[in-house]
């Protein structure tokens, strides 16, 4: 079974991301084509890259570094759930995606991303990212807005039409995981 974590991306108070996060997993978890779990990089409390080998090392001497490292390498796939602060995605989401290198190696990606403009530049950076760890993106993503699925720019209400989006791109990470799995798998053999 494929095995797909929707990550959540902001540690800000207050944050969008968690009710947006909630959303994702909420229409996810009926699904019987994957297992799927939410983390929220909060709960990990990472530093500032304190580890002193670089990552792809995978010489990890702190508790945080293998406990992050563990969870995200249990995963075939990942929907980052991300806003957009100054163009690009949250400092804190891209401090742990830094943290690791192999673990993130031959998987898939999608991208869920909230902002004025629905995070399409964030996304844009995050696509970038992922290429540089392996990581194939699939073409779909959710853009909401805080203009038109927010009131108030804080009480989540997402377009009907956001949910044929989520499931398109989940469908697609899918597809994308299982070719992905055997890759993997043959490069262990």
């Keep these: 079974m494929i095995k797909i974590a929707i990550v959540l991306g902001s540690t800000r108070p207050g944050r969008n991301g968690e009710a947006v996060a909630n ?3 909420e229409h996810s978890k009926n699904r019987t084509d994957a297992q799927f ?7 990990f409390d990472l530093p500032l890259l304190d580890e002193a080998a670089a990552p792809y090392l ?3 001497t702190k508790a945080h570094t293998k406990r992050w490292s563990e969870t995200i390498a249990s995963f075939d ?3 980052f759930v991300t806003p957009e602060y100054n163009y690009s ?3 804190a989401l891209k401090n742990a995606i830094d943290f690791l290198y192999k673990e993130w190696n031959n998987k898939v990606a999608g ?4 902002g004025g403009s629905g995070a399409i530049r964030a996304v844009e950076h995050l696509r970038l990212i992922m290429g540089a760890l392996k990581v194939a993106d699939v073409h779909t993503q959710v853009s909401l807005s805080l203009f038109t699925d927010f009131e108030n720019f804080q009480v989540f209400k997402p377009a009907s039409v956001h949910l044929q989006k989520l499931n398109e791109m989940i469908d697609q990470i899918v597809m994308w995981s299982k070719a992905m799995k055997g890759l993997r798998m043959e490069m262990v053999s």
Excluded: C, P, R
């Excluded at 779990?37 to 709960?43: S, V």
């Excluded at 991208?111 to 909230?114: A, E, I, L, Q």
């Design 23 to 25: 959303w994702v997993f």
């Design 37 to 43: 779990e939410l983390i929220d990089i909060k709960d």
């Design 58 to 60: 995978g010489l990890y």
């Design 77 to 79: 796939a990942y929907v």
């Design 89 to 91: 995605t949250s400092a």
């Design 111 to 114: 991208f869920v991303g909230y």
